[in-house]
């Protein structure tokens, strides 16, 4: 196991002070913070062998493009991937499912398709299968939840029909930290032969991801909730489906040849690299991936895993404490009584405690709970008990003040 007070020696966020408090960060599912190593990367690449890749004869414009498909490697290692080429990068998360809604719908669907999520995704996992459905048709199937808010699997398996083309289900909802069975919902989709996108914004960050193993078409996540910096992202594919998607964006890097009468597309995974790509964020990427390679995803899972248990037990001191679902990995949401989100999570403020409070980009799980909103405290490799023990004295000093 590691000593979460050394790694936070490498986070130098972590020593500032908000309001003249100690800063407790605890919204770490919405972005996590960036250890010294890829700060120091950033800097490096600029200061060292910035030029643009894949275009130049010269020396720098080399060295940037052996880098850049190292990172690509590293992250294909993290994920298990059988062969970089696999891996693209782009945005993040919600760039990466927009890549496949425009491609994989452009490529393969047609009025009257079915697509399939969750009643739990996020908006990036929502809108733009709406998107497609004002565009071409498409039909939007919901799985349902039970009552307990986890996945209602029977009714998933209901849900498909001979127009069934695409599952797209998040690994970890936002909103409720909980993991759903992706293994068994990709296995039931491809049995009906259907693929699956697995959005693993959540997951990526907490829990070890191995797309071969899953079985997952396609695999997305955004670097900034993993220790990288923000702007970077990867879509994972198998290549039976992206040799045969559209590309996404045209420009340069992604063609093979350009005639003003045809255009020839380049191979996987530049097809869909059009433009420059953040060659400075993937470097980094590929930092944050090696730093967490170091410390083992599984030690900063139980660690996590850990602080979540001690969180939900200290909450069960605190007066009309809800827990909302059923939270399994990192992240806890909640309601105090009647103290509305947004309240609490601004005197929480107060008190130098960073928590998430309203939808989290879920308004239709929201709205399925019949609740305002919710607060969240997400955690990281770097989070302490300590922390979770000020959270509860800070929820603890705003329910006597509502009191
Ligand atoms: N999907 C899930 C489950 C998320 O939690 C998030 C961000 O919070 C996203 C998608 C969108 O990620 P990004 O904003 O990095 O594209």
Redo the contacts with the bound molecule.
């Keep these: 196991m590691f000593n979460p007070n050394e790694i936070r020696e490498q986070f130098p966020i972590l020593s500032t002070q908000v309001y003249g408090k100690p800063l407790v960060y605890l919204d770490n599912?919405?972005?996590t913070q960036k250890p010294r190593c890829v700060i120091d990367a950033i800097s490096e690449a600029y200061c060292t062998i910035n030029a643009n890749v894949h275009r130049g004869v010269h020396h720098l414009s080399q060295v940037a493009t052996e880098q850049f498909e190292e990172a690509r490697r590293t992250v294909q290692n993290f994920i298990n991937a059988p062969h970089s080429r696999q891996v693209i990068f782009t945005?993040?998360?919600?760039?990466?499912?927009n890549l496949v809604a425009s491609s994989f719908g452009n490529s393969f669907l047609k009025e009257g398709d079915r697509v399939i999520i969750s009643t739990m995704?996020?908006h990036?996992?929502i809108v733009p299968w709406q998107l497609l459905r004002d565009r071409i048709g498409i039909e939007i199937r919901v799985i349902p939840l039970l009552p307990d808010a986890t996945l209602d699997v029977e009714a998933y398996r209901g849900l498909f029909n001979e127009r069934t083309r695409l599952v797209s289900l998040?690994?970890?909802?936002?909103v409720l930290g909980c993991t759903n069975p992706v293994k068994e919902c990709i296995d039931i989709a491809h049995s009906n032969g259907v693929p699956v996108l697995i959005?693993g914004?959540?997951s990526t960050p907490h829990t070890k991801v191995d797309v071969q193993a899953l079985d997952a078409d396609f695999f997305v996540f955004?670097g900034?909730?993993v220790y990288a910096p923000?702007g970077i992202?990867v879509l994972y594919g198998k290549e039976e489906w992206l040799e045969k998607m559209q590309p996404y964006h045209g420009g340069g890097e992604m063609i093979q040849t350009v005639r003003f009468e045809k255009t020839t597309y380049n191979e996987l995974p530049y097809k869909f690299e059009a433009g420059t790509p953040d060659y400075v964020g993937a470097i980094a990427l590929g930092k944050a991936l090696e730093f967490v390679q170091q410390i083992g995803i599984e030690n900063i899972a139980r660690h996590e895993r850990m602080l979540t248990q001690y969180t939900l037990e200290r909450f069960a001191e605190i007066e009309n404490m809800r827990i909302i679902g059923k939270p399994d990995g990192s992240a806890v949401s909640f309601l105090v009584g009647d103290i509305h989100p947004a309240d609490l999570g601004t005197l929480l403020d107060r008190l130098g405690i960073a928590i998430r409070t309203g939808h989290?980009?879920a308004q239709p799980l929201i709205d399925h709970l019949g609740i305002p909103g919710t607060v969240r405290a997400s955690f990281a490799l770097y989070n302490t008990r300590e922390e979770v023990d000020t959270l509860v004295e800070g929820i603890k000093r705003v329910a006597r003040m509502f009191a």
Aim: with cysteine; hydrophobic share 15%.
């Design positions: 599912a919405a972005t945005r993040g998360t919600t760039e990466s499912i995704e996020h990036s996992n998040t690994h970890v909802s936002n959005d914004a959540q955004s900034h909730k923000t992202g989290h980009c």
